[in-house]
């Protein structure tokens, strides 16, 4: 009960502005989005959809998470963020993806997907989570990342190194989301990088709802 309970108030928080003319009742598609970021494969969703006499391309479902933008909640205070950074292969090129947990919830913060990795990019990286959540008075806290280690030091801000831990709650993460992508491995097939961009902030709302 309790994680249908937290399953039902995830599907509240999708909103589905982009929506013009669709055919397909929104309770089912905020459902459909809610089950695939869960760990459901799109022809799992579309075959749940086909249960209520929907039938649907998956790469309808997977255009509804794309346009619906989705986050986490910005606002948080930790008082300690766990940072880490890892790499993600798009078809035949790599990217980092930069993250930033909460080790005391396990919500994620903020992700960002980068084609390199380089103290300038960690200390954008850490802008842009500074904008979104109030981490001036946090401990962050590192595991052997010398440009985030870097960045910290150019911002001011109090670090770390730890290797367990607080630190567990990132590589959690990570691991997580190297199961959700194909063949239990961290790649995308066939994506850009804005289309992972955007697949992994959705997956973070996921995760932060159902954590």
Request: with cysteine; glycine share 4%; charged share 25%.
């Amino acid at each position: 009960m309790e994680e249908f309970g937290r399953l039902s108030g995830s599907i509240d928080q999708i909103e589905l502005d982009f929506v013009e003319r669709e055919a397909t009742p929104e309770f089912l598609m905020k459902l459909s989005i809610q089950l695939h970021l869960s760990g459901l494969s799109l022809s799992n969703t579309v075959s749940v959809l086909e249960i209520f006499g929907v039938k649907r391309a998956r790469s309808t479902v997977h255009n509804w998470i794309h346009k619906a933008d989705l986050q986490p909640t910005s606002g948080k205070s930790p008082d300690h963020v766990a940072v880490d950074e890892t790499v993600i292969q798009l078809n035949d090129d790599q990217y980092w993806l930069y993250a930033a947990v909460d080790p005391k919830t396990n919500e994620l913060l903020y992700t960002s997907l980068e084609p390199t990795t380089n103290t300038g990019l960690a200390e954008v990286f850490l802008a842009e989570l500074s904008e979104k959540h109030d981490v001036a008075d946090a401990v962050f806290l590192i595991d052997g990342a010398h440009s985030l280690q870097a960045a910290c030091h150019h911002a001011g801000y109090d670090f770390k190194y730890e290797k367990h831990g607080n630190r567990n709650a990132v590589e959690r993460v990570f691991r997580e989301l190297k199961r959700r992508t194909i063949c239990f491995s961290n790649c995308f097939s066939n994506a850009s990088a804005d289309t992972a961009d955007d697949w992994l902030r959705s997956f973070s709302f996921a995760w932060n709802q159902l954590i």
